[in-house]
């Protein structure tokens, strides 16, 4: 009995360790993701978040949730544009910063520009990793690591969830409108 503890164990350290590359975050972490000790320029209650979010955008957006990989509907695009947050429209990533790390989830190797998303260490699943929030509402977005190619070396791996895309070519382009 106990070693089919053990194996358990191990078999769930190794699942969470291979998934290393995965903005992930899990349900059980939204005690570290939540808002209460930080404060963002747009607040909302969780009521009002699940009134405008699609259940899949709450869960990771608000739950710190993370999409499968190769899954989400940016992970392979490329169209030139911007990238929004799904849940309050603050821009964050452009295109010109997207590149295919392989992983599965849309990765940049920088944000829009200053200012526009937090980190945050997050301890989950016995890893060390650095959660990225949107600046302005304190949304999850995914983590980033240190291992992309641009001169910062940064890889930002976003769910695709908590993006919405904004094609800056289209002759109605207009920034989306969350209110
Ligand atoms: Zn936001």
């Not at 972490?29 to 405008?52: D, G, H, V």
């Not at 030139?80 to 989830?105: Q, T």
Request: aromatic share 10%; proline share 6%.
């Amino acid at each position: 009995m106990k070693t089919t503890l053990i194996l358990i164990a191990l078999g769930v350290t190794l699942f969470v360790t291979g998934c290393n590359a995965a903005p992930t975050n899990s349900p059980a972490a939204t005690n570290n993701s939540t808002n209460s000790t930080m404060k963002f320029p747009l607040q909302r209650t969780e009521a009002e978040w699940r009134k405008i979010l699609t259940p899949e955008q709450y869960h990771v957006l608000r739950e710190a949730g993370t999409e499968r990989a190769f899954t989400g509907k940016y992970w392979d695009a490329k169209t030139p544009g911007e990238y929004h947050c799904a849940a309050c429209g603050a821009l964050l990533f452009k295109s010109d910063d997207k590149f295919d790390s392989g992983c599965g989830w849309p990765s940049f190797s920088e944000i829009a520009a200053q200012g526009k998303v937090i980190e945050r260490q997050d301890t989950s699943y016995g890893m060390v990793r650095t959660e990225v929030l949107c600046a302005n509402c304190g949304s999850h977005l995914g983590h980033v690591f240190d291992d992309g190619p641009g001169p910062k070396g940064l890889r930002y791996c976003i769910n695709s969830a908590s993006i919405d895309f904004a094609d800056t070519n289209a002759p109605t382009w207009k920034v989306p409108e969350k209110k």
